[in-house]
């Protein structure tokens, strides 16, 4: 902030723009079960300017981790309407077979609306708007053996 100068037209003192700094959330992990929007892992709630990690695995087959896990639902709620940018990083190779692994994410309404998808990239990503007070599905499904998942939530106003 800086001190203004007086003038006519605007009053002396101080003026500027106050910004609130990002917040970041910290990592949690998926719980679970969590394979159905029903039994989905619900996060902390969303609020602007702020980011959230979610670490989980998935897998098609008990090879990696001991049981099947191919599908993995997350459920975010918005505190404030925000636009949520969602990056999810994964293992593109599976380590038990040298297969490739594909992840798909879907974002949807709890009414089964498709608010944004990716399949190609890694990450993969995704933006959406979130109302204040509205829950989003995210789904993460996998094709091919297994692999650890990095999925970055980042809100903007």
């Not at 999810?88 to 038990?96: I, K, Q, S």
């Not at 498709?114 to 499904?141: E, K, R």
Request: proline fraction near 7%.
């Amino acid at each position: 902030m800086r001190a203004r100068e007086e003038s006519s037209s605007e009053p002396a003192g101080l003026y500027g723009t106050a910004a609130v700094p990002d917040f970041h959330l910290g990592r949690i992990v998926e719980r679970e079960p969590n394979g159905s929007a029903t039994q989905s892992c619900r996060l902390p709630p969303l609020f602007a300017r702020s980011v959230l990690d979610v670490a989980g695995n998935l897998a098609a087959t008990s090879a990696l981790y001991g049981t099947a896990d191919p599908v993995d639902v997350l459920r975010c709620r918005g505190l404030a309407a925000s636009r949520v940018d969602l990056a999810v990083a994964y293992r593109g190779v599976d380590p038990t077979t040298g297969g490739p692994n594909t992840l798909l994410l879907e974002v949807r309404s709890p009414a089964g609306t498709l608010l944004a998808s990716a399949s190609t990239g890694n990450p993969l990503q995704a933006s959406f708007d979130l109302a204040a007070g509205a829950d989003a599905l995210v789904t993460l499904s996998i094709a091919g053996g297994g692999t650890p998942w990095l999925a970055t939530f980042t809100t903007t106003d």
